[in-house]
């Protein structure tokens, strides 16, 4: 009996420690899939607004410097871009409207209504602001992380 007795604390024994092993081991996958997630997240969130300025330098940098503007309208603070295609004048819009990044592509002669255009990405807040050659600009994404941008015009 004596044996018998040793014989299942030793495998009693070895099972403890198998499932203290398989315990730590589901601790350690849980914890790193925290930690990846954290990190997605984050690269996500930068992604964005580096693409929302990007996406406005770009715009910015096909225009010419006298064709862009800052202005006032409809209550939005609106980046306006004039081009000329094949003798017909035409403007975008580009401003923060409901939550996104908003792009409105019309002939010159059409108004502005804010919320009218394509979503392009989601923000929490975008700023600009025009002085002499200097365009700055600054956008926070959906997670409070703000970037800033300024471009020469010239």
Known sequence: MNRRNSHSVYTVFVLLIFCLFAVCSLFLVLIGANVYHGIVDKMDSNNETRATLSYVSNKVHAADSRDV??????????????SDFSGKKFKTY?????????????????????GSGDKITPVSSFSMEKNGNRLSFSVSGQNRRSLSLSLSLT
């Open 69 to 82: 503007s800052v202005e006032t309208l409809d209550g939005q603070q609106t980046l306006v871009i004039r």
């Open 94 to 114: 580009i401003y923060c409207h409901d939550g996104y990044l908003m792009e409105f592509f019309t002939g010159a002669e059409n108004g502005f209504s804010a």
